[in-house]
């Protein structure tokens, strides 16, 4: 608004300037018009002197003749008068002046000229305009016409007749000089001629203005447009999103195209740039007048939806992204988006939050499936705030603990190392297990809070003993979370004693988004001299698959093979090939869940050394075996 | 001061380049309306016509031996010239040239045509009648 003030205040400026000059210079125009107006009028007034004195002198002088004409035709004498009467009114300003009178013939023939060598008498004179003349000689008074300033250098011509009895006679003809005209005009000319000159720098200083004008749109145009998809992006999105923007008229939707990554790793970069490109150009086609969309991330877009707009605008999106194929090299790629639509922008204080929300609506589209959208539900939300408050505050509030479950060296009946489970009490003082928040955290700051403090309860439990080893549990993607390993290596780092004491358990809740540089970071600490374990091996994600793509030091069997043990065989056996295969790797393998006597007998059968259960020892804020 | 010379300089080519032009179109409208149209040889001891007139149409020749016409000014009297027709570039000329039928000048300004009527007819010369009114009985 500032900004626009300044360019009204400029453009208002410039026009007013150039408004005051043309004004100026109309004025002066006119001026000189004024001017040439005086002057001529002061010329006419002398010649029509000189005319009224020859007129005189003719009429003393030529009283005896019937015809005037004869009078000085046939007296040199008084032609040579004549000639010197109108030499007397050349001067600077006028070039010629002579008399003329029309022949039986219709042509002009000289009687007398003031010029130094007069033309001859009765000598025929062409003139520049037949008609004019004509109608000058006839007519009772004189007439000022224009000359032809380009060939005789002459600016005005007066023809001024000599009447008798209704007829004319003669004319007197007197050319003005286009020293004359000039006269005037270098009077006024210097001054229309610095005005013509603030006008012109006015002018380009107006043109420059504009053209800088044009370019800052253009370089703001640049700074608000992505540059891959031609989208708005998050600088316009921060413009937008001012105070004054109504809230309470929008929805908005986030719009994340899924497995992007895929399509890029399979397909390469241009490819991937190109599906950017026109899921881009189905959004502008999609969009209302005033709606709008932004290149949020990567592959993720906001999309501000007027409130009657976005169900149905959102729908037919779906559709088309659902439908739209692109041919690369004899291939069709197809793909999918998944939206995530926050409908109460206007519970929400800022847009952080509401875009967080939408955010949230998102996580479950995808947690669901993909392909879909999800509108945020109030519900849901005021759940999931409450366990969100309530995880932050417990961490805020130091109310997180770990308990410790020992992992038992069945050859010597002692300890190996502890486990650390992380537990929170809430404010009634009953203790929540992972199971009732970690899934509600994941993929938040507060579950890396929360990680981190973990990480600290158990470094400050163990590291003073310098007895025991513990292990921590992360999730796979958390080998994606740069701030998790970044504080794993700076607390090894602060104490290396760690490095043998403690131990990660990798828990594979998720397929990881980027498993090259999961693998490059599990190998990192491991170079450090980490021990890394698979837990719940047999489970989910947790497979061969991942033992070929990392080497971890320890593997832990998952309680849903073990718990089998002592009813089927296959179990048994399984758990026979893990331990053949661990064996042959140098993987220690660990057995959780061994909950019985039969259980833990049948496993020692079969040579597992390292166990974990209820029937070996109980969590406990101890570190003390609890059976 | 320098613009106002450069200005000065460019105006006066502009106004004579102008007269030229006239003055080359009326003289060749004389020489046509005297040739009747066919190609004509002319002599001419003005530098300028050399330069003005269209080489297309006349041929110039380096004397009066071989023209049908000869355009003359007044640099210096022509005595070859006594058995042509002789256009004059001067009013003053035609009473010194015989032979001359008529004179293109520029008189008070205006550019100006006379032709010499018992001249043309004493040398079998007919001229175009647009050419009528410029026609004159004698010389003054």
């Known amino acids: 608004m500032v900004k626009n003030f300044h360019y009204w205040l400029y453009v208002t400026g410039i026009i007013s300037i150039v408004s005051m000059i043309l004004y100026l210079?109309?004025?002066?125009?006119?001026?000189?018009?004024?001017?040439k107006e005086n002057i001529i009028f002061n010329k006419l007034e002398t010649i029509l002197i000189q005319h009224e004195k020859i007129e005189n002198w003719l009429e003393e002088e030529c009283q005896e003749n019937q015809n005037i004409q004869e009078c000085i035709l046939l007296n040199p004498e008084k032609s040579k008068m004549l000639n010197t009467m109108l030499h007397m009114t050349i001067n600077q300003d006028i070039s010629y002046s002579f008399l003329v009178f029309k022949d039986e013939n219709n042509r002009y023939r000289f009687l007398a000229d003031g010029a130094s060598e007069p033309a001859r008498v009765m000598q025929k004179i062409d003139t520049d305009n037949k008609k004019v003349w004509d109608e000058a000689y006839s007519s009772v008074e004189g007439t000022l016409i224009s000359s032809n300033k380009q060939t005789d250098g002459l600016w005005l011509t007066y023809l001024s007749p000599f009447v008798e009895n209704n007829q004319s006679y003669m004319m007197l003809v007197t050319d003005f000089s286009i020293s004359l005209d000039n006269k005037i005009k270098n009077t006024i000319s210097p001054i229309k001629e610095i005005l013509l000159y603030i006008l012109g720098i006015t002018i380009v200083i107006f043109v420059i203005g504009i053209f800088q004008t044009i370019m800052y749109f253009i370089a703001r145009k640049e700074s608000f447009t992505d540059q891959l998809t031609g989208l708005n992006n998050r600088n316009y999105l921060r413009k937008v999103i001012d105070s004054r923007f109504p809230y309470d008229k929008y929805d908005i939707a986030i719009v994340d195209i899924d497995f992007f990554k895929k399509i890029n790793d399979q397909y390469g970069h241009d490819i991937g740039d190109i599906v950017l490109k026109d899921i881009s150009n189905i959004f502008k086609k999609i969009i209302g007048k005033d709606d709008f969309v932004f290149r949020y991330g990567g592959e993720e877009f906001l999309f501000l939806f007027q409130k009657n707009n976005a169900e149905k605008l959102l729908k037919e999106l779906m559709h088309r992204v659902r439908t739209h194929v692109i041919n690369v090299n004899n291939q069709t790629i197809k793909f999918t988006i998944s939206v995530g639509v926050n409908k109460n922008l206007h519970r929400c204080k800022h847009f952080t939050n509401m875009v967080k929300t939408a955010d949230v609506a998102l996580y479950n589209a995808k947690r669901s499936g993909r392909n879909k959208i999800v509108y945020y539900s109030e519900e849901i939300n005021d759940k999931n705030q409450s366990n969100f408050q309530a995880v932050q505050s417990a961490i805020d509030e130091n109310r997180v603990f770990c308990e410790y479950q020992a992992i038992i060296d069945t050859s010597s009946n002692s300890v190996f190392k502890y486990e650390a489970l992380v537990r929170i009490k809430d404010t009634n003082g009953t203790t929540l297990y992972p199971n009732s928040f970690l899934e509600i955290i994941k993929d938040t700051n507060i579950y890396t809070d929360l990680t981190k403090k973990v990480i600290d309860i158990s470094?400050?439990?163990?590291?003073?003993?310098?007895?025991?080893?513990?292990?921590?549990?992360?999730?796979?993607?958390?080998?994606?979370?740069?701030?998790?390993?970044?504080?794993?290596?700076?607390?090894?780092?602060?104490?290396?004693?760690?490095?043998?004491?403690?131990?990660?358990?990798?828990?594979?809740?998720?397929?990881?988004?980027?498993?090259?540089?999961?693998?490059?970071?599990?190998?990192?600490?491991q170079d450090k001299g980490l021990k890394i374990a698979l837990d719940d091996f047999g489970s989910g994600y947790a497979n061969f698959s991942t033992i070929l793509s990392y080497n971890f030091d320890f593997i832990k069997i998952d309680g849903s093979i073990i718990r089998k043990v002592i009813e089927d065989d296959k179990a048994v056996k399984m758990v026979q090939s893990i331990l053949a295969f661990a064996q042959a790797h140098n993987i220690i393998v660990i057995c959780e869940f061994v909950y019985s006597q039969e259980v833990y007998e049948v496993l020692k059968s079969i040579g597992v050394e390292y166990m974990q259960g209820f029937y070996l020892s109980k969590p406990s804020q101890d570190l003390e075996r609890k059976l | 001061m320098k613009y106002l010379v450069l200005l000065f300089f460019f105006s006066s080519l502009l106004v004579s380049s102008e007269t030229d032009k006239i003055e080359s179109k009326i003289i060749m409208s004389m020489i046509d309306a005297v040739s009747n149209h066919r190609v004509f040889s002319v002599y001419t001891n003005s530098q300028k016509l050399k330069e003005i007139l269209p080489a297309q149409k006349i041929v110039f020749v380096d004397d009066c031996s071989g023209a049908d016409l000869a355009i003359l000014e007044k640099s210096k009297i022509e005595k070859n010239c006594a058995n042509i027709s002789i256009i004059t570039l001067e009013y003053d000329l035609l009473k010194k040239y015989p032979n001359s039928i008529g004179s293109f000048f520029w008189q008070k300004g205006r550019p100006n045509i006379v032709f010499i009527k018992s001249r043309l007819k004493n040398q079998n010369i007919v001229i175009d009648s647009t050419f009528d009114e410029f026609i004159e009985e004698n010389i003054w």
């Open chain 1, 25 to 35: 210079y109309v004025s002066f125009s006119k001026k000189e018009n004024e001017m």
């Open chain 1, 459 to 525: 470094i400050s439990k163990f590291l003073d003993l310098d007895v025991h080893r513990f292990s921590i549990n992360l999730g796979l993607q958390d080998f994606n979370n740069p701030e998790i390993v970044n504080y794993v290596l700076k607390v090894i780092e602060k104490y290396p004693k760690l490095i043998d004491l403690m131990s990660i358990e990798v828990l594979e809740y998720d397929k990881v988004d980027d498993e090259i540089s999961c693998i490059a970071m599990v190998k990192l600490l």
